[in-house]
T-cell receptor
Framework: NAGVTQTPKFRVLKTGQSMTLLCAQD?????MYWYRQDPGMGLRLIHY???????AKGEVPDGYNVSRLKKQNFLLGLESAAPSQTSVYFC????????????FGDGTRLSIL | KNEVEQSPQNLTAQEGEFITINCSYS?????LHWLQQHPGGGIVSLFM???GKKKHGRLIATINIQEKHSSLHITASHPRDSAVYIC???????????FGKGTHLIIQP
């Protein structure tokens, strides 16, 4: 029973490098979300998707891109990493809109040097 | 934008005590979520409610829509309840949740 799986779990990057975080869910959920969690702040929404082929911006989208080519996968990309993007990233999914419980992955701890 | 405030920020209690964590929000919502984040980092959904009260084991969540306030209670607290408890609200649309900063709970044996 995998649920929501995030890869990688940890990563260290140098400023300017690029990378992609992968989120995969096996619950046939339509909605998927990327959040970031920073010390002293609540989780904040980066981007979200309401279905295959669709994406939308959240509260803090700058510096990130996303893609939802397959229903089960939601990718978060950093084109040119900056130290301000050092954070813990969580992916979540839900059956429909945010009036449904969200299922979270275990998080990706990303450090940008 | 909804503002979600939780209190207290930190709470240390003895095993067996009754615990209350509060959450208030500024704008009407369609649902309120209580989440638990353990030291390992994973986040688990505990409750989602839009009115009244829900109970699961030793956990009880209540919400007062008119007062824009919710409480999470833990009865007969246990050290394994030590975690960060997060309140989040949704407006019913697709654009995710708005989160409080969390309450760091420590239950001492």
């Amino acid at each position: 029973n995998a649920g929501v799986t995030q890869t990688p779990k940890f990563r260290v990057l140098k400023t300017g490098q690029s990378m992609t975080l992968l989120c995969a869910q096996d619950m046939n959920h339509e909605y998927m979300y990327w959040y970031r969690q920073d010390p002293g702040m609540g989780l904040r929404l980066i981007h979200y998707s309401v279905g295959e082929g669709t994406t939308a911006k959240g509260e803090v989208p700058d510096g990130y891109n996303v893609s939802r080519l397959k229903k089960q996968n939601f990718l978060l990309g950093l084109e040119s990493a900056a130290p301000s993007q050092t954070s813990v990233y969580f992916c979540a999914s839900s059956y429909s809109n945010s009036h449904q419980p969200q299922h979270f992955g275990d998080g990706t701890r990303l450090s940008i040097l | 934008k909804n503002e979600v405030e939780q209190s207290p920020q930190n709470l240390t209690a003895q095993e067996g005590e009754f615990i209350t964590i509060n959450c208030s929000y500024s704008v009407g919502i369609s649902a309120l979520h209580w989440l638990q984040q353990h030291p390992g980092g994973g986040i688990v959904s505990l409750f989602m409610l839009s009115s009244g009260k829900k109970k699961h084991g030793r956990l009880i969540a209540t919400i007062n829509i008119q007062e824009k306030h919710s409480s999470l209670h833990i009865t007969a607290s246990h050290p394994r309840d030590s975690a960060v408890y997060i309140c989040a609200v949704s407006g019913g649309g697709a654009d995710g949740l708005t989160f409080g900063k969390g309450t760091h709970l420590i239950i001492q044996p």
